[in-house]
């Protein structure tokens, strides 16, 4: 499992960079790790669960502005 210093790491790689849709399944799969981690408990840098939420939501502003993209070159 990835810890929370990693998923932030990735996370914000994908906010930042250019990527493409299929990048973005990297930080999906890293959000649902960081969801497990909240739900078992982990006190493991605690410091960063302040900060992953609001990186999260940029994920998927960022996601959601890829996808809106597709659909009008579809267009």
């Not at 914000?12 to 399944?25: A, G």
């Not at 739900?39 to 502005?65: A, C, R, T, W």
Request: proline share 1%.
């Amino acid at each position: 499992m990835e810890t929370r210093s990693e998923i932030l790491g990735l996370l914000t790689e994908l906010i930042t960079e250019d990527v493409s849709l299929e990048d973005l399944k990297s930080g999906r799969t890293a959000i649902e790790a960081y969801r497990g981690m909240l739900e078992n408990g982990s006190s493991e840098e605690e410091e960063l669960d302040d900060i992953l939420p609001d990186i999260i939501e940029e994920f998927y502003s960022k996601q959601e502005d890829l996808i809106s993209q597709e659909e009008l070159k579809v267009q």
